[in-house]
């Protein structure tokens, strides 16, 4: 039987009081001194509840729901072994391995739910090795060991039923863009363009050889449950990340089939902030997701994400030119060159992977942006804003000026003293371009979706809802001139109102014609980090300094439809309408609105 964690030799938690995991592997590996001293007091006699000090009443729900967690990770009086008169065998499953079972002939302990908790935040595979001699000596010892009784309602929040996803995601042509389940919205599970990340690893899409996920942040523990459960734990797993990770540092010394580096980047504020995913299959197949969601529980739980998932890419002959398999939009191309510019030669067979895919069935453009200082080349700028300005300039039908730009991200960066400081000047500059651009055209007008202090408080969360949205007093104080451009979260039709946004978004949206000319899905919040500024200095040819890894996808009409626009709102001659992720039209904010800051959850 699993032995419990022994908390004296737990490492201290690097995020202290401001912790906000739900994870129970989490609290297995990590202590936090002030939920101890909560915990070890117990349960006030008179309330039936935790005694929770004043200082963290703006958290207080997270701490209650994490004094839960250290019950099931700490229980303080063990829990009685009960006897059943079952004994376990083999069953094989469809994939292969072999599940346990059970028939009443003899008897076996139930192990406790912590013992679960144990087991997997130990990620020993419940799939034993399917070679002869292994089924045999586990077979030997089936009646010595307990019955394990794994629930994964109890790991994951949102779980649909398995081998849909293939049927899904052909449903979602042609656009193949989801947004995540709501935990706390029933009406989002079974909607058909919602996904969950058990659904991305579903055994319907393909059998998964190998994984790589590029990513800011990664809460390992709770990324290999779903591996886990998706029985693909053992598979080679390789994790670039941005954000400081203790865990990740030494998980290979544990757990070699996972590889973890951190992106170094050369600048102190610099980030990596990509959310991607390849996904190799036993078939020589792969797959690219590209989302905007961390990889930890809350990012998947209450908060609105986008993803796009490519279609099943199938290798190329042996025998096939070099330039065979090649997308319309040129994908592949920019995925390797994208890929190449982290110089981390554990990607190098995920490349060679690439080079011998066919990329032809995907429609979209890949629009990424990585670190350094850019100027215009033969097929126009490669990242970053002026990336989106080449592309919009080739490909784009022609827009009236007075058609806005719309933006939405979860975090806003220091833009300048004016709007026309880095947004007109810079970036709708690069955003405002069609095909039939010439000359000097006028800048369209800007409208920016960014939660205000009222949605935040009445989302699923609370005032917790706001953890997703890193924008700061500091910076909001500087460009006041940004209150009348914004507008507040609103997506009723898509059941995520309550939903925070840690989605990011840009598009160009036709009201009276009901249409809209692009779409853009991406990592990168509107920030002159993550999109890129133009230098000042007229004598010297355009720079573009970026400080950021990114990615996202850009939808063309004239790729994905073969129409000029897409359908808002309702099917156009048997096209869907474009899925957006909130309301059209905009709710600009109230004369008594305010944005949300992250300074108010301190």
Same mark, same amino acid.
């Given at each position: 039987?699993?032995?419990?964690? @022994?908390?004296?030799?737990?490492?201290?938690?690097?995020?202290?009081?401001?912790?906000?995991?739900?994870?129970?592997?989490?609290?297995?590996?990590?202590?936090? *001194?002030?939920?101890?001293?909560?915990?070890?007091?117990?349960?006030?006699?008179?309330?039936?509840?935790?005694? &929770?000090?004043?200082?963290?009443?703006?958290?207080?729900?997270?701490?209650?729901?994490?004094?839960?967690?250290?019950?099931?990770?700490?229980?303080?009086?063990?829990?009685?072994?009960?006897?059943?008169?079952?004994?376990?065998?083999?069953?094989?499953?469809?994939?292969?391995?072999?599940?346990? $079972?059970?028939?009443?002939?003899?008897?076996?302990?139930?192990?406790?739910?912590? @013992?679960?908790?144990?087991?997997?935040?130990?990620?020993? #595979?419940?799939?034993?090795?399917?070679?002869?001699?292994?089924?045999?000596?586990?077979?030997?010892?089936?009646?010595? =060991?307990?019955?394990? @009784?794994?629930?994964?309602?109890?790991?994951?929040?949102?779980?649909?039923?398995?081998?849909?996803?293939?049927?899904?995601?052909?449903?979602?042509?042609?656009?193949?863009?989801?947004?995540?389940?709501?935990?706390?919205?029933?009406?989002?599970?079974?909607?058909?363009?919602?996904?969950?990340?058990?659904?991305?690893?579903?055994?319907?899409?393909?059998?998964?050889? #190998?994984?790589?996920?590029?990513?800011?942040?990664?809460?390992?523990?709770?990324?290999?449950?779903?591996?886990?459960?998706?029985? &693909?734990?053992?598979?080679?797993?390789?994790?670039?990340?941005?954000?400081?990770?203790?865990?990740?540092?030494?998980? +290979?010394?544990?757990? *070699?089939? &996972?590889?973890?580096?951190?992106?170094?980047? *050369?600048?102190?504020?610099?980030?990596?902030?990509?959310?991607?995913?390849?996904?190799?299959?036993?078939?020589? +197949?792969?797959?690219?997701?590209?989302?905007?969601?961390?990889?930890?529980?809350?990012?998947?739980?209450?908060?609105?994400?986008?993803?796009?998932?490519?279609?099943?890419?199938?290798?190329?002959?042996?025998?096939?030119?070099?330039?065979?398999?090649?997308?319309?939009?040129? !994908?592949?191309?920019?995925?390797?060159?994208?890929?190449?510019?982290?110089?981390?030669?554990?990607?190098?067979?995920?490349?060679?992977?690439?080079?011998?895919?066919? !990329?032809?069935?995907?429609?979209?453009?890949?629009?990424?942006?990585?670190?350094?200082?850019?100027?215009?080349?033969?097929?126009?700028?490669?990242?970053?804003?002026?990336?989106?300005?080449?592309?919009?300039?080739?490909?784009?039908?022609?827009?009236?000026?007075?058609?806005?730009?719309?933006?939405?991200?979860?975090?806003?960066?220091?833009?300048?003293?004016?709007?026309?400081?880095?947004?007109?000047? @810079?970036?709708?500059?690069?955003?405002?371009?069609?095909?039939?651009?010439?000359?000097?055209?006028?800048?369209?007008?800007?409208?920016?979706?960014?939660?205000?202090?009222?949605?935040? #408080?009445?989302?699923?969360?609370?005032?917790?809802?706001?953890?997703?949205?890193?924008? +700061?007093?500091?910076?909001?104080?500087?460009?006041?001139?940004?209150?009348?451009?914004?507008?507040?979260?609103? +997506?009723?039709?898509?059941?995520?109102?309550?939903?925070?946004?840690?989605?990011?978004?840009?598009?160009?949206?036709?009201?009276?014609?009901?249409?809209?000319?692009?779409?853009?899905?991406?990592?990168?919040?509107?920030?002159?980090?993550?999109?890129? #500024?133009?230098? =000042?200095?007229?004598?010297?040819?355009?720079?573009?300094?970026?400080?950021?890894?990114?990615?996202?996808?850009?939808?063309?009409?004239?790729?994905?439809?073969?129409?000029?626009? !897409?359908?808002? $709102?309702?099917?156009?001659?048997?096209?869907?309408?474009?899925?957006?992720?909130?309301?059209?039209?905009?709710?600009?904010?109230?004369?008594?609105?305010?944005?949300?800051?992250?300074?108010?959850?301190?």
């Amino acid at each position: 039987m699993a032995t419990k964690p @022994d908390k004296t030799k737990l490492k201290v938690c690097q995020y202290g009081e401001n912790c906000y995991r739900k994870n129970p592997i989490h609290f297995s590996e990590y202590s936090h *001194p002030h939920l101890d001293k909560i915990y070890e007091k117990g349960i006030n006699p008179q309330t039936k509840k935790y005694d &929770i000090p004043d200082e963290y009443d703006m958290s207080s729900d997270i701490i209650v729901l994490q004094l839960k967690l250290l019950e099931k990770v700490f229980p303080k009086a063990e829990k009685k072994q009960t006897k059943t008169t079952t004994t376990q065998n083999t069953t094989q499953s469809q994939n292969g391995g072999y599940r346990l $079972g059970s028939t009443k002939e003899s008897e076996t302990v139930t192990v406790t739910k912590q @013992d679960e908790v144990e087991r997997v935040e130990r990620n020993k #595979s419940p799939v034993p090795s399917t070679s002869s001699a292994a089924v045999k000596q586990d077979n030997s010892n089936l009646r010595k =060991k307990p019955r394990i @009784d794994r629930n994964i309602k109890d790991y994951i929040a949102v779980v649909l039923e398995k081998g849909k996803m293939a049927e899904k995601l052909e449903k979602s042509a042609p656009y193949n863009f989801f947004l995540t389940a709501i935990t706390d919205c029933k009406q989002t599970h079974h909607e058909p363009l919602t996904v969950t990340l058990q659904e991305i690893f579903d055994e319907s899409l393909g059998e998964v050889e #190998s994984t790589a996920q590029i990513n800011f942040m990664v809460d390992i523990g709770w990324l290999l449950g779903h591996y886990y459960f998706a029985g &693909i734990l053992d598979k080679p797993l390789l994790v670039l990340y941005g954000d400081d990770m203790p865990e990740l540092a030494t998980i +290979s010394k544990h757990k *070699p089939q &996972i590889t973890a580096i951190k992106v170094n980047m *050369p600048t102190p504020f610099a980030t990596s902030h990509t959310k991607m995913m390849l996904i190799g299959y036993k078939d020589g +197949s792969m797959r690219v997701v590209i989302s905007t969601a961390n990889l930890y529980e809350d990012d998947w739980n209450n908060r609105t994400q986008g993803i796009w998932i490519s279609p099943k890419l199938d290798p190329l002959p042996e025998d096939a030119d070099t330039v065979a398999g090649e997308s319309p939009t040129k !994908f592949r191309q920019d995925l390797l060159l994208y890929l190449v510019e982290y110089k981390i030669a554990a990607l190098q067979p995920w490349i060679n992977r690439i080079r011998r895919t066919d !990329f032809g069935a995907i429609n979209v453009f890949l629009v990424c942006s990585v670190p350094g200082g850019f100027f215009e080349g033969p097929r126009g700028h490669p990242w970053g804003h002026a990336r989106l300005n080449s592309l919009l300039k080739q490909h784009a039908t022609k827009i009236n000026y007075k058609i806005p730009v719309i933006c939405q991200s979860s975090s806003i960066g220091s833009l300048g003293a004016n709007v026309q400081a880095w947004i007109q000047h @810079d970036f709708l500059n690069s955003l405002r371009k069609d095909s039939e651009s010439t000359g000097l055209q006028q800048i369209p007008p800007f409208k920016m979706i960014y939660p205000s202090y009222g949605n935040v #408080s009445n989302s699923h969360d609370g005032m917790l809802g706001g953890g997703c949205l890193p924008y +700061s007093k500091n910076t909001n104080d500087k460009q006041p001139w940004l209150r009348e451009y914004l507008h507040q979260w609103r +997506s009723n039709a898509r059941y995520r109102t309550h939903a925070m946004p840690h989605i990011k978004s840009y598009t160009r949206v036709n009201l009276e014609e009901e249409e809209i000319y692009w779409f853009v899905l991406t990592s990168a919040n509107l920030s002159k980090a993550a999109w890129g #500024s133009f230098n =000042k200095n007229v004598k010297l040819q355009p720079c573009l300094r970026i400080a950021n890894y990114e990615a996202g996808v850009l939808f063309l009409p004239r790729f994905v439809t073969g129409e000029e626009t !897409f359908p808002l $709102g309702k099917i156009r001659d048997g096209i869907p309408p474009f899925p957006l992720p909130y309301d059209v039209p905009l709710t600009p904010y109230a004369p008594d609105d305010k944005p949300f800051l992250m300074d108010y959850l301190h």
